[in-house]
């Protein structure tokens, strides 16, 4: 395993920062879009990241706000609800990831936690070709709206048994997205997977996820 790479993503003015992890011989690369009020720091996040790296996937995690954006929204909570800002954002980090040297020869992937969620699948919608599968964590898939239709990634609903609202709002998105989404609960855990054991379930999901479905191809 290298250590990790600290980039600076030319999709905004400034660009955005974020961390490349890349293992020997990674057989995919899983774009972090982190959910509400967090960052590229957000310890959840963080641990996934590490769990995916044993795995052999190669992970990205950026702040997609920017220093100044991340203070505003800290008043105004109001930029961390414009998922189509941040899918545009994703999608633009995919882009480049497309075209990085290291991480332009493997499949991606998407995980995304709550609003990130969403997110993530606007960008997955938008880049077919790309995006091979999404794995959302106690997520908000329903804020994408009329986009969960155009997803052709193999998407996972990953949900706390005890987060009751947001369980409605995955098998609503779930329905939408149809046949590419399955929604699994993870008893015992609420939204952030804090209970002992369930963010190692989260991460063991989605790791196995991502493996069986990176390395195979997806039309677009």
């Given at each position: 395993m290298r250590g990790v790479r600290e980039v600076s993503v030319p999709v905004v003015e400034g660009g955005l920062v974020g961390d490349v992890s890349v293992p020997s011989g990674a057989g995919g690369v899983v774009l972090f879009a982190h959910g509400s009020g967090s960052s590229r720091h957000s310890p959840r996040n963080v641990a996934v990241g590490q769990a995916l790296n044993a795995r052999g996937l190669a992970t990205v995690l950026v702040d997609l706000l920017t220093v100044d954006e991340e203070a505003r929204d800290e008043v105004t909570a109001e930029l961390r609800f414009d998922i189509g800002m941040l899918a545009e954002r994703l999608a633009g980090i995919v882009d480049w990831m497309s075209a990085d040297p290291e991480l332009g020869r493997l499949p991606i992937g998407l995980f995304g936690a709550s609003t990130g969620a969403a997110a993530a699948l606007v960008?997955?919608?938008?880049?077919?070709?790309?995006?091979?599968?999404?794995?959302?964590?106690?997520?908000?898939?329903?804020?994408?709206?009329?986009?969960?239709?155009?997803?052709?990634?193999?998407?996972?609903?990953?949900?706390?048994?005890?987060?009751?609202?947001?369980?409605?709002?995955?098998?609503?998105?779930?329905?939408?997205?149809?046949?590419?989404?399955?929604?699994?609960?993870?008893?015992?855990?609420?939204?952030?997977?804090?209970?002992?054991?369930?963010?190692?379930?989260?991460?063991?999901?989605?790791?196995?996820?991502?493996?069986?479905?990176?390395?195979?191809?997806?039309?677009?």
């Open positions: 960008a997955a919608a938008t880049r077919p070709e790309r995006v091979g599968a999404v794995v959302s964590r106690g997520g908000r898939p329903d804020l994408a709206g009329s986009s969960l239709s155009a997803v052709r990634a193999p998407t996972l609903l990953l949900v706390g048994g005890l987060d009751e609202q947001v369980i409605v709002l995955n098998e609503q998105a779930r329905d939408a997205l149809g046949e590419v989404a399955e929604l699994r609960i993870v008893p015992g855990a609420t939204h952030l997977f804090e209970e002992p054991g369930t963010l190692e379930q989260v991460a063991d999901q989605a790791g196995a996820w991502f493996v069986t479905h990176l390395r195979q191809p997806h039309p677009a």
